[in-house]
Nanobody
Framework: VQLQASGGGLVQAGGSLRLSCAAS????????MAWFRQAPGKEREFVAS????????YYTDSVKGRFTISRDNTKNTMYLQMNSLKPEDTAIYYC????????????????????WGQGTLVTVSS
């Protein structure tokens, strides 16, 4: 599968952005999907993930209540709605796909994800 992330940009603190991750190739609905991010000088970290059907979602604590992950399997696309953005949300955001059927949606380990998009830069100014 090929993943293409988009939607990043420059936004002021308190603003919103919606990221998209478009998938091509194999059937999108077989993948557990996730968003990760990597801030300058830091390691890549888990942000959110979603089960194959979209019925289960998981978030890192720092984004709970502000970010919403979703997917539209008819459009082969995953989204990340980001509200109340903070300067510490500044990072390159990557989408990822996991083919392991044992992953019910809550996998947070980078190594478990098989496919990655190229990343989209989100910059939040104070």
């Amino acid at each position: 599968v090929q993943l293409q992330a988009s939607g990043g940009g420059l936004v002021q603190a308190g603003g919103s952005l919606r990221l998209s991750c478009a998938a091509s190739g194999r059937t999108f609905s077989i993948y557990t999907m996730a968003w990760f991010r990597q801030a300058p000088g830091k390691e890549r970290e888990f942000v959110a993930s979603i089960s194959r059907s979209g019925g289960n979602t998981y978030y890192t604590d720092s984004v709970k209540g502000r970010f919403t992950i979703s997917r539209d399997n008819t459009k082969n696309t995953m989204y990340l709605q980001m509200n109340s953005l903070k300067p510490e949300d500044t990072a390159i955001y990557y989408c990822a796909a996991d083919t392991d059927p044992r992953n019910s949606g809550g996998e947070r380990r980078i190594i478990k994800y098989d496919y990655w998009g190229q990343g989209t830069l989100v910059t939040v100014s104070s």
